[in-house]
């Protein structure tokens, strides 16, 4: 009995197992595959946000541009292409239109568009604006 009682301490005191060790290996692993995902899609997040930003603003600028401009200059029925004006931080193909129509007598609506290339997927963004007769100046 003694002889059983000294063997059950050693065995007890001996260290971890080689499955502990294995599972232990496996919820590390699991931890870090999950923080490498949770990393990438921070980054995915991030860069898709910073290009819509990018083109947003360069929409905004090109609509304040055209309000700046004689309300006579803006042509209905006239496409305007600007896409050499987009910035280059945006990928390739890209295109920035904008098309002038006149939905009433004195006001012109332009309707922006910018498309761009983002990772695997085609982006676009929309913005309108209506310019009418009367600016700011009169």
Known sequence: MLLLS???KKRSQAGFTIVE???AIVVIGMIIVGITNLYITIETT??????LELATRAGE???????NQ??????PGVDIDFTSELPAD??????????????????????????YKDGADQRTVQLS????VIGIGQ
């Open 6 to 8: 000294i063997s059950m």
């Open 21 to 23: 060790l294995l599972v």
């Open 46 to 51: 991030q860069r898709k946000t910073y290009h």
């Open 61 to 67: 600028r090109q609509i304040e541009s055209l309000r």
């Open 70 to 75: 004689q309300y006579s200059s803006l042509t």
């Open 90 to 115: 945006l990928h390739s193909p890209k295109t920035g239109t904008i098309e002038v129509s006149e939905p009433s007598a004195g006001l012109r609506r332009v309707d922006l568009a910018i498309t």
């Open 129 to 132: 604006s209506l310019i009418g």
